[in-house]
């Protein structure tokens, strides 16, 4: 009996410690005191539990800048073995690769414009690059994670932006755990953990490029679905009835909203899918605050945000946050996207419509999403313990 209150104990003490870390993570300037008020957690408990990651070699302190007078303060840093996930972002256009470590810190190594969409040539070029990371991480490195504009189901994508059917992404693994993400679901992690929707439980995002995606998120999770498909709000038949769409059904939104969309209103649709969603970024900057709105950008907006209302009157957010194209959109015409939006909205929800914010985090926002996605696994309590014991 008291081996297994021991064993309690000592797998409590790593999941306070997994906690402290994911604190950290979004509170990467905060003070040992801020963070342990943050949780709760008094100075002993607190002391004990940094003493644990300092040993493990996980966090290190270094002094903070001086600010005045009054006692010095330290604040964390990775330590220089601590884990790190190789993180890829593959969009339409190309593709990125690069490092986080357990501050969940983005830094990018490469990457490029896609020369091809074949999946052998994407796909292969993306793992030489996933090697390379490995090769230079050695032991340090965690796991892989990779946001794909893709409906993912396990390791299968089927990608519409990239002219996709059913690949496997397995081969990005090289040997480490993979974490595979929708690119639009994962800013949506991204805006509910460190962007626009922190401090909410449950947010709503909405993501518009080449097409329209997002995530629903409740306490910083996605809500993924039974086979890890959720979220294709893109493919909800919120657009024209008449329009087929490449994944096989009519009237998908997304037929109404995105570069896709605004290329083809605009005559551009003989442009390659990259070349679409600059053509619509262009478009949008090109417009003047007071001047008239084409139509076709109108007809947009509109459509965002009657959708935002129907996905809003089902999913129940405390916020919506929008990324891509989707702030521009709204900025456009702000006063008809507000009466699209109260208009599409129940009844009763009207006086106090859950707000609808900008992102935050740019297009940076899918592989800080992944990142987070991919660090939740490689420092959850069991990984800790195992770290520790193998040290």
Not at 76 to 102: L, M, T, Y
Not at 160 to 189: H, I, K, M, Q, Y
Not at 347 to 376: I, M, Q
């Amino acid at each position: 009996m008291a081996e297994i209150t021991t064993g309690r104990r000592e797998a409590q003490r790593w999941q306070l410690a997994a906690d402290v870390l994911t604190a950290y993570r979004r509170n990467p300037h905060a003070s040992r005191v801020r963070l342990a008020d943050g949780l709760h957690l008094g100075s002993g408990t607190m002391s004990e539990l940094v003493g644990r990651l300092l040993a493990h070699e996980l966090l290190r302190e270094a002094p903070a800048p001086a600010a005045g007078r009054g006692r010095p303060t330290t604040l964390f840093r990775p330590h220089s073995n601590a884990p790190a996930v190789i993180a890829v972002d593959i969009a339409a256009a190309g593709w990125q690769i690069g490092v986080a470590g357990v501050d969940g810190r983005f830094t990018r190594h490469g990457g490029a414009a896609h020369e091809s969409y074949l999946p052998a040539v994407v796909l292969g070029k993306v793992r030489t690059a996933i090697t390379a990371e490995l090769d230079h991480l050695g032991q340090r490195a965690a796991g892989v994670a990779v946001s794909i504009a893709a409906t993912v189901q396990g390791t299968l994508v089927h990608s519409s932006a990239l002219g996709w059917e059913a690949e496997s992404l397995e081969s990005l693994a090289v040997g480490l755990p993979l974490t595979l993400c929708n690119d639009a679901t994962a800013a949506g992690v991204a805006e509910a953990r460190r962007g626009a929707a922190r401090g909410a439980n449950v947010s709503l995002h909405l993501h518009v490029l080449s097409g329209l995606g997002g995530g629903l998120c409740v306490g910083g999770v996605p809500t993924v679905g039974a086979t890890g498909a959720a979220s294709e709000y893109g493919h909800m038949p919120f657009g024209d009835p008449t329009l087929p769409c490449e994944c096989g059904a009519r009237g998908c939104w997304l037929q109404s909203v995105g570069g896709v969309a605004l290329a083809r209103a605009m005559g551009a649709d003989h442009l390659s899918r990259p070349e679409q969603v600059t053509a619509a970024w262009a478009a949008l900057g090109k417009l003047e605050p007071s001047a008239p709105v084409p139509d076709a950008v109108r007809s947009q907006i509109v459509a965002l945000a009657r959708g935002t209302a129907g996905l809003v009157n089902g999913l129940d957010p405390e916020v919506v946050t929008l990324g891509g194209l989707a702030p521009k959109l709204r900025a456009a015409a702000p006063k008809e996207f507000d009466d699209a939006y109260l208009a599409g909205l129940m009844r009763y929800r009207r006086p106090r419509p859950p707000r609808v914010r900008d992102g935050k985090l740019g297009t940076d926002a899918p592989v800080l999403g992944v990142v987070e996605l991919a660090l939740d696994k490689a420092l959850n309590a069991s990984a800790l313990a195992l770290r520790a014991a193998r040290s």
